[in-house]
């Protein structure tokens, strides 16, 4: 309601200026006409001024804000998947019984071009991913995941992110499995049911993932050859991985 009210009140002193301005301009030039000609000829041009001001250069701003907040944002995700999604991964790959399947797709080639990802996202819609962890396995995850506990937390209080839904929900995804996992002390003993659970809790998680672990790669390798290589040598899928250069 202030507001408003304060908005009212500056209209009203911004046309008492300019009819101020008129007058003292008739009181000079006593040319009521050519006042006239002035002001039809500046209402006439407020619309364009609309369309250059709202349509085109506020656009354009808006246009540059978002290509350097997900400038921003692409830093963040690069941490999370140095510091955390790339094991995870790793992890969740070799528990997955079909992941030669993914392979096929991740390890040749031609798997970053444009038209290869965009071909892998409409199969992973489809795909049916399965998660099959043993005790072992979801011991070895917890372990690590309650390691990189404070470091998910930091994330989620980086606000940027709201303006990234995809990762926001990937990132919920793996904070949900990071509290399922933390509040257990030890799974080596765990009965089927609570095992089956905590599998499609990995299923979620290995789905946001994937999909949110693509993107990363497509965005590196149009814009950081350098990570874009160490990514490879690095990749979460291979059977065997060398960070090491050889000829």
């Known amino acids: 309601m202030r507001e408003i009210y304060r908005h009212t009140l500056l209209g009203i002193l911004l046309i008492s200026i300019s009819a101020v301005l008129y007058f003292v301009h008739y009181l000079i030039f006593h040319d009521s006409g050519l006042i006239m000609i002035y002001l039809v000829s500046d209402i006439a041009f407020i619309p364009l001024e609309v369309f250059l001001v709202t349509l085109v250069i506020e656009r ?91 470091f998910l937390l930091r994330l ?11 990762f926001s929900e990937m990132l919920w995804s793996v904070f949900h499995l990071s509290d399922e996992l933390g509040n257990r002390q030890s799974l080596l003993r765990i009965n089927e049911v609570d095992r089956l659970h905590l599998c499609n809790d990995n299923r979620r998680a290995y789905q946001y993932l994937l999909m949110e672990w693509l993107d990363y790669m497509k965005h590196l390798n149009k814009n950081y050859p350098f990570l874009f290589s160490f990514a490879l040598r690095t990749n979460p899928f291979a059977t065997e991985t060398r960070v090491e250069i050889s000829e």
């Open 60 to 150: 354009f701003l808006k246009e540059r804000e978002k290509k350097s907040l997900l400038s921003k944002l692409n830093m963040v995700i690069g941490a999370f998947f140095s510091e955390v999604g790339s094991k995870m991964l790793s992890m969740l790959a070799q528990a997955d019984p079909e992941v030669n399947i993914l392979r096929e797709h991740l390890l040749t080639d031609n798997a970053w071009s444009d038209d290869s990802i965009k071909t892998l996202k409409k199969f992973l819609v489809k795909h049916e991913f399965n998660v099959d962890m043993t005790a072992e396995q979801l011991e070895e995850l917890r372990i690590f995941i309650i390691s990189k506990r404070n």
């Open 156 to 166: 989620l209080e980086n606000p940027n992110l709201l303006e990234h839904a995809s």
